[in-house]
């Protein structure tokens, strides 16, 4: 009977494990063999999962246990968003099919995960929460950042707070209709985010379990607590060394530029939003490079031959170094980095100012902080 009783918790153990997966498989048109898909969980540690085709299908296991998350679906080498989808995958089955690699008309069907994700881009996303308007405010304001409009910054940043300010609130009132469903922790996080504790722990105190058992979730948590409060003390302190090598294999050092106003840009060749906020670095870098401003880069690559690729195909002419050992290098357990992108304003005594400033009001932080050297 012992034995009997062992075997079954032996199976039982080995079921659980097996609920704590996503099992994955994708049929694609056009592709030949060996071509890969990277399926990327951009928060917390940017995990990452990869399989490559073989007769046009994908196959793949996914570690769920930590909880479900948005992630980035990538098939191809090329980090064209029409060749990925962005969703909230959990543990259970996803099926992806595709005439070709393009994925615009793909068929995904699986798990009620899926339905769920489907239902809130359908009530959410395509409708009452479109970026099309934000993202058009922050295009006007590059431009006229360019221009060294001063007055039409202003403007276009004050139309983006009240912008961000009504998405929140569509989103908070769906919220609380919708207050355990798993998928909308996307919703949490892309448009409830905020560093005021209580509004966050009234927010969760309305949300369920389910919702709150993420890892969307569970990570926002982190960062209102141990995260957060670590980095609010070290506002107006020095910041650890970080010596790193260029892509010229030339060792750099963080100290090398006191004197100098410094923002520090932790990114990852990988990483869209990283990618999507070059251009604003490369003209605030433009505009203020000569007046004693820096960006220093600090990529948590593991492939140093994409990292250069991004470097030369988003034209960041700003220092570059690369972490030794990528997502697991020193530069990010001394900097407590859980996430890309994550950005860091330090002065020019080297003392930090800011942690990731508003793109909206980082010229002016940088700005003022010149003025003060």
């Keep these: 009977m012992k ?20 099992e994955f498989t994708a049929e694609v048109g056009g592709v030949p063999d060996g071509t890969v898909v990277r399926i990327m969980r951009p928060l917390g540690n940017s995990a990452t999962d990869s399989a490559y085709s073989k007769d046009g299908k994908f196959k793949a296991t996914i570690d769920m246990s930590e909880g479900g998350s948005t992630y980035i679906i990538q098939f191809g080498d090329a980090l064209d968003q029409n060749h990925g989808l ?14 070709s690699i393009v994925m615009k008309n793909a068929q995904v069907t699986g798990s009620s995960f899926v339905d769920d994700w489907k239902t809130i881009e359908r009530e959410l996303l395509d409708k009452t929460l ?11 304001y590059a431009e006229a950042m360019q221009l060294g409009d001063k007055e ?24 609380v209709r919708n207050p355990d469903l798993p998928a909308a922790s996307y919703v949490v996080n892309a448009f409830m985010s905020t560093n005021n504790r209580i509004k966050w722990k009234a927010l969760m105190d309305e949300m369920g379990p389910k919702l709150k ?17 670590e980095w609010l003390t070290r506002i107006g302190q020095k910041l650890p060394e970080i010596s790193l090598k260029d892509k010229n294999g030339k060792t750099v050092n ?4 006191q004197g100098k106003v410094v923002l520090i840009d932790f990114w990852a060749s990988w990483c869209k939003p990283c990618r999507a906020q070059a251009p604003r670095l490369a003209k605030l870098y433009e505009k203020y490079k000569d007046q004693g401003f820096e960006i220093l880069g600090v990529s948590i690559d593991d492939d140093q031959n994409k990292w250069k690729q991004a470097i030369s195909e988003d034209k960041m002419t700003w220092m570059q170094l690369i972490g030794e050992k990528g997502k697991q290098s020193k530069v990010m357990a001394d900097y407590k980095i859980t996430g890309v992108p994550r950005t860091l304003l330090v002065s020019s005594k080297g003392l930090l100012v800011q942690n990731n400033p508003a793109p909206e009001k980082l010229e002016e932080l940088v700005e003022f902080l010149l003025d003060q050297k």
Aim: no cysteine; aromatic share 6%; glycine share 4%.
């Design 3 to 22: 034995k009997i009783l062992t075997g079954l918790a032996l199976l039982s153990g080995m079921t659980a494990a097996a609920q704590d997966k996503l």
């Design 86 to 99: 962005f969703m909230y995958l959990d543990k259970g089955k996803l099926n992806i099919k595709s005439e």
């Design 130 to 140: 479109s970026t099309e308007k934000l993202n058009k405010l922050e295009e006007q």
């Design 152 to 175: 039409s910054m202003a403007q276009f940043a004050e139309q983006q707070i009240v912008e961000k300010e009504a998405l929140s609130k569509i989103a908070h009132e769906w919220l």
């Design 213 to 229: 058992g993420t890892f969307t979730i569970k990570y926002m948590n982190s960062l209102m607590t141990r995260d957060s409060n």
């Design 254 to 257: 963080l100290s090398d530029l």
